[in-house]
């Protein structure tokens, strides 16, 4: 599976949209775009992903660029709640045998701010 | 919204201990895994099942053992406990039929200490 860049961390104002970027430029055509997110002392929480078009559901968006190579996660309206690691990963939409491959990176550490 | 379901979130068991882990899913998922979290390590997998009765192993399967004896149930054992083996462990499940993406969901995690 290709690897991902995150920056270590970020904050957001509460009520405010937090916007954290994912680098995965060595995508391979067949690899989906994961995000999924741990709040301390819980296991992770998936949030959403995509193969080539944004994708929108109730916790975020995500939005790819067009040639792949990097994508953003969404919150549109922060709250305390939100604040977590969230991951990016990238991997094949394979059977069973793909779940070897489910790597954690070190994802970036989100702080929503009161 | 899936729901995977681990037995217990803390426990604290003696070295040479038998431990079980016990998860159950509710979304009639054919795909079970069992991962450790360790810090610096991030997460392993130790063993996964694509059936009932069936399992493979993961990378780091030693001194575990899994039983998967109904579809919804996955269990992890540890035979004799050891400090080593002192970690948060997690349960997940995937469904490899449901469309695009074969996601995998978590359970809450199981916070071992052996002393």
């Known amino acids: ?114 | 919204d899936v729901k995977v379901t681990q037995s217990s979130r803390y426990l604290v068991k003696r070295t040479g201990e038998k431990v079980f882990l016990e998860c159950v899913q509710d979304m009639d998922h054919e795909n079970m895994f069992w991962y450790r979290q360790d810090p610096g390590l991030g997460l392993r997998l130790i063993y996964f099942s694509y059936d009932v009765k069936m399992k493979e192993k993961g990378d780091i399967p030693e001194g575990y053992s899994v039983s998967r004896e109904k579809k919804e149930r996955f269990s992890l054992i540890l035979e004799s406990a050891s400090t080593n083996q002192t970690s948060m462990y997690l349960c997940a499940s995937s469904d490899p039929h449901m469309g695009s993406g074969n996601t995998i969901y978590f359970g809450e995690g199981s916070w071992l200490t052996v002393v």
């Open chain 1, 1 to 114: 599976d290709a690897k991902t860049t995150q920056p270590p961390s970020m904050d957001c104002a509460e009520g405010r949209a937090a916007n954290l970027p994912c680098n995965h430029s060595t995508i391979s055509g067949n690899e989906y775009v994961y995000w999924y997110r741990q709040i301390h002392s819980q296991g992770p929480q998936y949030i959403i992903h995509g193969l080539k078009n944004n994708e929108t559901n109730e916790m975020a968006s995500l939005i790819i660029t067009e040639d792949r190579k990097s994508s953003t996660l969404i919150l549109p309206h922060a709250t305390l709640r939100d604040t977590a690691v969230y991951y990016c990963i990238v991997r094949v939409d394979e059977s069973s045998g793909s779940a070897r491959q489910l790597t954690f990176g070190s994802g970036t550490q989100l702080t929503v701010l009161p």
